[in-house]
């Protein structure tokens, strides 16, 4: 049994569509990343889950519970917004326990409850604090705890993580992961952050425009990507995209030539930059940048007008205005057709 079950979901304001037709299934205690770029319907959504937002049309099932008309206290979730969302004059115990305190749970199980959950995300040593005197990933872990110790299965999060620094978002990016495997959650995670999704997620849903591009686990959408949107939006530097009109496919080894030669529709070549490599033949290029970050190097290189990145795992003795050549594995190698779809044999 799933525990969340979404079909043809949608919400129009007027002539205004942001989720249009939208349809899922969040297995039991899995982690569900909604991801996609500002405005996609990734927030929309998951407000409609809550109950936060009303439905236009559609169905929303939670544990095999229709709630697509409930209000948002009847449905069984909790909520972690991007605010922290915390009172400033209470102190961190205080707020863990508030909701429990409106539902009138007695004072014996609150008590429970909040040192379990405080013990949890490691705040046991600052329930007497107030929100100001907490870093920003001490107030998200009160966000989380207040969200644990509703002692709800399923947890929706919008951008948690989005108002922390980078050091301090990859240690609550392994916090929460760990929280909701040794919990149980079933979680719906938004983010416009693929680095989020994609160490985070078991199961990523891509969306643009609101609708659903792509949805699959992290590596089947990083190396099977079914459209040039997904390509680019997955990956660091994102996929590299070359007309292939621009390209004289004779400079290519013969296993590429073939496979290009079976796709006669496809336009764009897609190959990510850690795929490429420098080599004695290929396709000729010119280095017109170099980064180095330490552990690797991102060459960006140009051929026919077109620039595009290279990624290697160590700092190669190469100048800028270099003249080389680039090779890849036929097997790394995108096409895609004139919709933008990729090609499959």
């Known amino acids: 049994m799933s525990s969340i079950e979404v079909k043809g979901l949608s919400k129009s304001w007027g002539e205004i569509e942001a989720v ?27 407000k409609m889950l809550s109950g936060l937002e009303s439905v236009t049309s559609g169905s929303i099932k939670i544990e095999n519970r229709d709630v697509t008309n409930l209000e948002a206290s009847k449905r069984g979730v909790s909520m972690v917004f991007q605010s922290y969302a915390l009172f400033p004059h209470l102190n961190v115990k205080e707020n863990i326990q508030f909701g429990l305190k409106v539902r009138k749970v007695p004072a014996a199980e609150r008590e429970k409850r909040v040192a379990e959950a405080a013990n949890a995300v490691g705040l046991s040593d600052l329930l007497d604090r107030k929100p100001s005197n907490l870093s920003g990933g001490q107030r998200q872990r009160v966000a989380l705890a207040r969200s644990i110790v509703s002692d709800q299965s399923v947890c929706l999060m919008d951008e948690p993580l989005s108002n922390l620094d980078s050091k301090l978002r990859a240690e609550m990016r392994d916090e929460i992961r760990d929280l909701q495997q040794r919990l149980g959650l079933t979680v719906v995670y938004v983010t416009h952050d ?22 699959g686990a992290p590596e089947e959408i990083y190396n099977y990507p079914n459209s040039i949107f997904s390509a680019q939006f997955i990956g660091l530097p994102p996929m590299n995209i070359l007309n292939l009109k621009k390209i004289d496919i004779t400079d290519l080894s013969k296993e590429n030539q073939k496979k290009i030669e079976i796709s006669k529709n496809s336009i764009n070549l897609g190959i990510r930059p850690e795929h490429l490599n420098f080599s004695k033949k290929g396709l000729p290029v010119t ?24 990624r290697e795992p160590r700092q190669p003795k190469i100048h800028l205005d270099d003249k080389l050549n680039i090779s890849w594995d036929p097997e790394d190698m995108h096409l895609f057709k004139k919709n933008n779809q990729r090609f499959t044999s």
């Open 20 to 46: 249009k037709n939208v349809s899922f299934v969040v297995p039991e205690k899995s982690f569900t990343v909604l991801l996609g770029p500002s405005g996609c319907g990734k927030s929309t959504i998951l």
């Open 194 to 215: 693929q680095v989020e999704a994609m160490s985070m997620a078991d199961q990523i849903i891509l969306l643009n425009s609101g609708q659903i591009v792509q949805k």
């Open 287 to 310: 280095v017109k940048g170099i980064d180095y970050f330490g552990g690797e190097t991102v060459f960006k290189i140009s051929h026919s007008g077109q620039d595009f990145f290279l």
